[in-house]
């Protein structure tokens, strides 16, 4: 079993910035996958950022270049900047150890962008 805290999220103004953490723990192999997907109402989840335990980012085409995610053993952390109404949204913590391996989520977090 793996555990997923997740914190961060809030209120912030078109342009700002703000940093989600995501800490693993539990059952937690040499070889992982964390990172964040986002679900905004009326839209399907989708991709924010991913990394690898051995350091590989994957970006979402709609947060390349305005995020940043980075890895610390098996905490993550998101690096909002430049952020608009459209990053509105809840954004769940995701773990997965492996491939093949089923993931665990977060109970999730909201982020709001708006004056």
């Known amino acids: 079993q793996v555990q997923l805290v997740e914190s961060g999220g809030g209120l912030v103004q078109p342009g700002g910035s703000l940093r989600l953490s995501c800490a693993a723990s539990g059952s937690i192999f040499s070889i992982y996958t964390m990172g964040w997907y986002r679900q905004a109402p009326g839209k399907q989840r989708e991709l924010v950022a991913v990394?690898?335990?051995?350091?590989t980012a994957t970006y979402g085409d709609s947060v390349k270049g305005r995020f940043t995610i980075s890895r610390d053993n098996a905490k993550v952390y998101l690096q909002m900047n430049s952020l608009n109404s459209e990053d509105t949204a809840v954004y769940y913590c995701?773990?997965?150890?492996?491939?093949?391996?089923?993931?665990?989520w977060g109970q999730g977090t909201q982020v709001t962008v708006s004056s």
């Open positions: 990394i690898t335990s051995g350091g």
């Open positions: 995701t773990f997965k150890n492996g491939i093949r391996a089923s993931p665990y």
